[in-house]
């Protein structure tokens, strides 16, 4: 709080004139063999007088700037989402998890709750849309290359009046909202991307899923269900250049249909789909919107995509028209 305002502070609370608070102040830093700055002198001369004195949050520290193997972090931000909460087993002991997505403006951590800290939201003392602040934290990335937040040995939350997006805004910023981007900008999180289609990965390109259980099977063959007259799935893994980097992207199901204007029986029956895929979507410049992880075999970050669309030059040399004209 700066000087001016602690005076002003003063004034109207006592209807002292500024001259005279001045000397107040002058006095006290005198008292205090001037060990102190006048904007110290003025705290102490408010205080005296009953008055007290907000002064703003300290700097919280943005959620952007969370890097994992940072310990006993301070940090806080509003809770947006919260798993139900999941039993396990190992090794004979029972334990349970629950996770809580946390944002601010600038991004956002999960924080896990483990066994007996599960009871913070089985109790109810952290609910959807609290803003909590979470201390003696340490940050890691987990497998998809999220930031991961475990509550350390001497770690606690509280609930925190610091002012954030609401519920609403952070559900829109972080889940589903796809930021621009160049590919060589992307992290974990909702992107949009354009670029061209490089090159197309080699593999069966069709699979088969098992009606009932959704799980991937083989020959028609459910390990659960027996023989089973199969859905088909396009799956498709290409690599995507926007020429500041490439980036593995995966086209399944409706966005492979999309890319290829067909459905997976109609793809199926085509004998040579190797050329056909290399005929259809080689070369070709796509907009794509997706979800970025970090693949946790191979470790890099590749892109699920949610939609797809091709990139219609006419409409983009049209509107580079309008900008320049
Ligand atoms: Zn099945």
Known sequence: MKLKAIIDRIKQETGLDEQSILELIDKKQKELDNLITKEGAAILVAKEFGIKL??????????????????????????????????????????????????????????????????????????????????????????YGEIEINLGKYGLIKKSNASLPSLEELEKLHFQSYKKANIVELKPGYYEVSGMIVHIFKSNYIFEFCPICKSRIEAHYCKQHGNVEPNYSIILNTLLDDETQTIRVVFFNETASKLLGMDASEFLGIEDKESFLREKILGKEVIVKGKVRKNPIFNRLELLADSVEYLNIDKATNELASVLL
């Open 54 to 143: 907000e002064f703003p949050n300290k700097q919280r520290l943005q959620i952007r700037n969370l890097v994992p193997g940072l310990k006993n972090v301070s940090v806080v931000g509003r809770v947006f989402k919260i798993t139900e909460p999941i039993e396990f087993e190992k090794n004979g002991n029972k334990g349970k998890l629950v996770k809580l997505y946390v944002g601010d403006e600038t991004g956002y951590f999960i924080l896990t709750l483990w066994n007996d800290q599960v009871s913070y939201v089985e109790e109810k003392l952290i609910k959807l849309g609290d803003v909590i602040e979470v201390k003696g934290a340490l940050v890691k990335e987990n497998m």
